[in-house]
């Protein structure tokens, strides 16, 4: 610990929202700065060329970059972070622990563009894919082939926010010897640790709630053991798909206001999944918080929240893109997990790159919208929703 003055507590016992200031690197060992210098340097001078200073080159390694990645592996409780140029660089740096001949079961409901790097990028390189229901254990365990080296989560899915049960994916995986990735974006470890359920890779695209401003792209990925860790930092350095200063140091500034920033928002979600489920013109809502919910047990067993994100289907695509060019308040926009409400429409957005018949499959109809809450008052975003469902 390089900052702070006396502390009453032992580090480890901090909570997670008094953890997010007092990370370590808070306040600068030499001068005593209220933040991380942004070192905007791409080498560093060797002083004695028998003792190489620790930092040596900036794609290998740099103290801000360093401070940010400590942070995260801090907050999701593994053993080393990294941080990429996007959530993309992340998670294609990570798909690179693979070989030709390997295969990949991932789920079904990916992130769209986790789903184009699988099937239009990986795939010229003989890297196999099954997409599975991960909801579904039997079908997770049907998937698996001789040349199967990995298990791919994502949990709340995207953007029907479908619900796997991380322990029991990642046990079964761990009896066959199979790396296991979850991408923790939609959760954040303010909600959900996967590490802590055996999972050896946490993967974010930071871009979204970790940065929380729509100003900032950047991926971090999280290691559970020394050994993964080894393999991530060679890939990250061999493929040079680093994030800069600049950008490290905004990040650690978004992150700071995680928790409060998750909680007002989960606590408007809530609101709006309950306003938009009791109306009669809303054809389906997916939130893990409402009670309706298949996975909401499941949830509850292995995240302390349900976040910010609130899908539905308003009935047909003419009806969305009313709703769309009506809404005043949210930005409509690719992305998620900002102060400003975001709302996406995943058919032409997010999930444009997955083929018509593949997205209805997976339940990314016409008229599927996705809310990402901000921090506006409630009130005010559900007011302005109103009018623009009610709009003929
Ligand atoms: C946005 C997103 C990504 C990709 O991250 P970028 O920062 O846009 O490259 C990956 N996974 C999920 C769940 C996302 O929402």
Do not use: C
């Not at 990429?84 to 070989?99: C, E, K, P, V, W």
């Not at 959900?192 to 974010?204: A, F, K, S, W």
């Not at 709006?272 to 009669?280: I, P, V």
Request: hydrophobic residues 40%; negative net charge; charged residues 20%.
């Amino acid at each position: 610990m390089s900052g702070g003055g006396q502390r009453n507590k032992a580090d480890k016992e901090l909570k997670f929202g008094t953890r997010l200031l007092h990370f370590g690197a808070e306040i600068d060992g030499q001068t005593g700065a209220s933040s991380v210098p942004i070192y905007q340097a791409s080498t560093f001078h060797h002083h004695d060329i028998f003792n190489p200073p620790q930092h040596d080159y900036s794609r290998s390694g740099n103290p801000t970059r360093q401070a940010l990645e400590d942070y995260i592996a801090l907050l999701e409780g593994g053993v080393r972070g990294f941080a990429y140029s996007s959530g993309m660089a992340a998670i294609s740096s990570t798909f690179m622990m693979l070989s030709a001949g390997d295969h990949i079961i991932v789920t079904e409901d990916v992130y769209g563009g986790t789903y184009r790097l699988l099937t239009a990028i990986l795939s010229r390189m003989n890297i196999e894919s099954t997409f599975v229901d991960m909801t579904d254990l039997d079908e997770v365990r049907q998937a698996l082939k001789p040349n199967t080296k990995a298990v791919y989560m994502e949990t709340p899915s995207n953007p029907t926010l479908k619900i796997t049960d991380i322990a029991a994916v990642t046990s079964w995986a761990r009896e066959h010897g199979l790396i296991t990735m979850l991408d923790n974006t939609f959760m954040t470890p303010y909600y959900q640790r996967p590490i802590e359920q055996g999972v050896d890779i946490v993967l974010h695209s930071a871009t979204k709630f970790l940065g929380g401003h729509s100003d900032v792209l950047a991926g971090l990925a999280v290691a559970r053991t020394e050994a993964i860790a080894v393999q991530l930092k060679q890939l990250q350095n061999g493929l040079g798909t680093v994030l800069g200063v600049q950008e490290s140091w905004l990040l650690m500034r978004g992150m700071k206001t995680l928790e409060a920033r998750m909680a007002h928002s989960e606590k408007s979600a809530r609101r709006l999944a309950e306003w938009l489920y009791a109306r009669e013109d809303i054809k389906a809502v997916y939130y893990p918080g409402l009670s309706e919910h298949p996975g909401r047990e499941i949830h509850e067993r292995q995240s302390s929240g349900f976040g910010a994100v609130v899908s539905f289907d308003v009935g047909s695509g003419e009806r969305a893109k009313t709703v769309l060019s009506r809404v005043g308040l949210p930005i409509v926009a690719v992305s998620l997990g900002a102060v400003e409400s975001i709302l996406s429409y995943p058919a032409m957005m997010s999930h444009a790159a997955m083929p018509h018949s593949v997205r209805l499959e997976r339940g990314i109809t016409d008229g599927l919208l996705r809310f990402s809450v901000g921090l506006e008052n409630i009130e005010d975003l559900i007011f302005d929703l109103e009018q623009a469902l009610l709009f003929e």
